[in-house]
């Protein structure tokens, strides 16, 4: 079974950065890791739904950003490490929400999923609190 472990998380006043990481152990069930699965971060404010802010497709090469922070965040992924990343930059108080990590267990195409409904592995999030 793959857990997915988020951190990076913290208080940082707006204009400022934060990296997120998401480190991935164990396998899917048909043996996808982290590596080899459509992958995205999602976040969700208290009273709002989850939305994803960044996805990556399978192999790396299709990679997905919400309007709101596509030039400011960027998704990565390190194979070695099994591990995926979030770069945020000039951050804003709207940003301010749990963030999770997640994972699509099964899939066949290489396309990105853009919402949270595509993905049925999750973290435990990581909180990110932006001052003004």
């Known amino acids: 079974q793959v857990q997915l472990v988020e951190s990076g998380g913290g208080s940082v006043q707006a204009g400022g950065s934060l990296r997120l990481s998401c480190a991935g152990s164990g396998r899917t069930a048909s043996g996808r890791t982290i590596s080899t699965s459509p992958m995205a971060w999602c976040r969700q404010a208290p009273g709002e739904e989850r939305e994803c802010v960044a996805a990556l497709s399978w192999s790396g090469a299709k990679i997905y950003y919400i309007d709101s922070v596509r030039g400011r965040f960027t998704i990565s992924r390190d194979d070695a490490r099994n591990s995926i990343y979030l770069q945020m930059s000039n951050l804003k108080p709207e940003d301010s929400a749990t963030y999770y990590c997640?994972?699509?267990?099964?899939?066949?195409?290489?396309?990105?999923?853009?919402?949270?409904?595509?993905?049925?592995?999750w973290g435990q999030g990581t909180q990110v609190t932006v001052s003004s």
């Open positions: 997640a994972l699509r267990s099964r899939t066949i195409a290489d396309v990105y999923y853009v919402t949270p409904g595509g993905y049925d592995i």
